[in-house]
């Protein structure tokens, strides 16, 4: 079978990935990573305390090879949002950068701290250290044998599940997504195919490492081809502009992370001149504005390829790097990705006219097996074999796919972040000041869309402030789910059925 990453497995003197000042070659993470994977083979399965740090990327790295399923956890988790996804995936082991502390939440599994030779000595070290111990006297360094490096474990099979990303629906918890090795491999190699991605790319990007555009794309993308990538730590326009003008060739990123690159080149000639060098500039996870796809390439010469994608599917569609760039479209399908649209008769639309809408639905192997623990909901998300992405869609005439919108409106895109209606209002209800909640989101320049709290507060003459219940769900689900706004009602808008209506809340 072959390496999920030949360039590991071959040990290739080359740098794989870069935090900060930390660098890790093939060769070392080999070590670094096969030395853990040794520690967690036969787990049933581990957390990773995803940080946007190396540890995250070594951790992860060894959970794939020793073939135990990782679930990569937000370290910015509330604690509701926390204990759902602890009782859920119940994970053996967590992984976790040496001296970061843990949360309650996760006081049950027990702790594995990373340790890489780049993080321990601050930078990069000189060969052939001596080996050291972690923690708890396990041996951290170069997993030797004698006359050399351990070999890798060997390369499960394809249907082994290697990552449970959790992804919001429109209601209740966030629900594990069980991805597949096979998966992964299909995707990241349509997307070689499709950009004429390379082992010479040097990928930079601030995504963070719990979903599948900064994990999966970002991180195990360039590893599987054998390139680098390199990691900013938090997203800012002087990052980009060091990275783009050092070497790097590619630069992934949300549309809030582009509208913000947009907004900055009138006054950066370095920033223009970074991104007009670039191989290919990505952009995924919401709809880039066709505004700021225009501002980009007015200013830079250089068009944005936009790709659609899914925790579920992984990416279904991009314009080609050798295809003809076009702003407010994903694209055509991958390789190997079959896809539809369909009417809600459930008639498949055979129309390639720019104008009839249908949802779409994806058929290949770059879909998921299950939602973990929850046949349910597995079952609803498909109809003959085809799964239901919930988005609605026309093509143009040469198949490219233009997204419109999509089903539920209680599914909102901030910053990139798929956040469910559903999940928010529980919280907010729960909230001593509060009687009635409904959550919406309404357009913004810079996130898309933002989160909006129509409150109806228990107390009229004292009701919970704004920023207190953005606390609230901060500290409960995430700081990305919090309101951005909270506006005061009366009573909340109803049907007959007392069903309330968040279209006349302005939806
Ligand atoms: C603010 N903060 C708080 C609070 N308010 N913390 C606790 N309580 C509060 N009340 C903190 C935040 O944690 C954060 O900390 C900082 O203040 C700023 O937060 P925020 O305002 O939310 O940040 P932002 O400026 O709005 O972030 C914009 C962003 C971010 C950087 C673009 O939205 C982002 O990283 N988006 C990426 C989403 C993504 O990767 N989606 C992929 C999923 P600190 O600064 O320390 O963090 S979709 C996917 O995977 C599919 C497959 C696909 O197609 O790609
Ligand atoms: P998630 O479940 O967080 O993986 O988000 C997946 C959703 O993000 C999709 O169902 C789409 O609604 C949206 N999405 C991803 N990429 C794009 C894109 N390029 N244009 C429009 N929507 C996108």
């Known amino acids: 079978m072959t390496p999920l990453f030949p360039a590991l497995a071959a040990r290739?003197?080359?740098?794989?990935?870069?935090f900060g000042g930390h660098t890790l070659t093939y060769a070392e993470l080999a070590d670094d990573a096969g030395a853990l994977a040794l520690r967690i083979a036969g787990a049933r399965r581990i957390a990773v305390w995803a940080t946007p740090t190396l540890a995250t990327a070594v951790g992860v790295v060894a959970g794939l090879l020793a073939g135990v399923p990782v679930v990569p956890v937000n370290p910015k988790s509330g604690e509701r949002e926390l204990a759902h996804i602890v009782a859920d995936s119940a994970p053996e082991r967590v992984l976790v950068e040496a001296g970061v502390e843990l949360p309650p939440g996760l006081a049950a599994p027990e702790r594995v701290d990373i340790v890489t030779r780049a993080t321990r000595s601050g930078s990069l070290p000189e060969r052939g250290r001596e080996r050291e111990r972690g923690t708890d006297g396990v041996p951290t360094g170069s997993a030797t044998t004698g006359g050399g490096p351990a070999p890798l474990p060997p390369e499960p099979c394809p249907e082994a599940p290697a990552l449970i990303v959790y992804t919001s629906g429109t209601t209740g918890p966030p629900k594990g997504a069980v991805l597949p090795r096979r998966a992964l491999t299909a995707s990241l190699d349509a997307l070689e195919d499709a950009w004429q991605w390379t082992a010479d790319d040097v990928l930079v990007h601030a995504l963070p490492l719990f979903h599948v555009h900064g994990l999966i794309l970002g991180v195990l993308g360039p590893l599987r081809r054998g390139g680098s990538v390199r990691h900013l730590g938090r997203f800012d326009t002087a990052g980009v502009t060091r990275e783009l003008s050092s070497g790097a060739t590619m630069f992934f990123g949300v549309p809030t992370m582009y509208h913000r690159l947009a907004e900055a080149l009138a006054d950066d000639p370095a920033l223009v001149k970074a991104l007009a060098g670039a191989r290919l500039l990505v952009s995924g996870s919401a709809a880039l504005p066709v505004h700021d796809h225009r501002r980009i390439t007015t200013a830079t010469g250089r068009a944005v390829v936009e790709r659609y994608g899914m925790t579920e599917t992984l990416m279904n569609t991009s314009v080609r790097a050798d295809g003809e760039p076009r702003a407010g479209t994903v694209g055509v399908p991958l390789r190997g990705v079959e896809l539809r649209l369909v009417e809600e008769s459930g008639d498949s639309i055979e129309a390639y006219d720019g104008e009839t809408v249908g949802e779409i639905q994806v058929r290949g192997p770059n879909l998921f097996t299950a939602y973990l623990n929850r046949p349910d909901a597995t079952e609803a998300a498909f109809t003959d074999g085809w799964f239901r992405t919930g988005d609605m869609a026309v093509r143009d005439p040469d198949g490219y796919v233009r997204i419109v919108g999509r089903k539920a409106t209680d599914l909102i895109k901030s910053g990139g972040y798929k956040i469910g209606a559903g999940e928010i209002e529980n919280v907010l209800l729960e909230h001593p000041g509060v009687r009635e909640a409904a959550v919406t989101g309404e357009p913004d320049a810079d996130l898309g869309e933002r989160i909006v709290a129509w409150i109806v507060p228990r107390d009229a003459g004292a009701p919970p402030s704004a920023e207190e219940l953005a606390?609230?769900?901060?500290?409960?689900?995430?700081?990305?789910?919090?309101?951005?706004?909270?506006?005061?009602?009366?009573?909340?808008?109803r049907n007959d059925m007392g069903k309330i209506m968040k279209r006349s809340l302005g939806v």
């Open 12 to 18: 290739a003197d080359r740098p794989a990935l870069q």
């Open 471 to 493: 606390d609230h769900v901060a500290g409960q689900l995430a700081a990305h789910k919090r309101p951005r706004v909270v506006r005061y009602l009366d009573a909340l808008p």
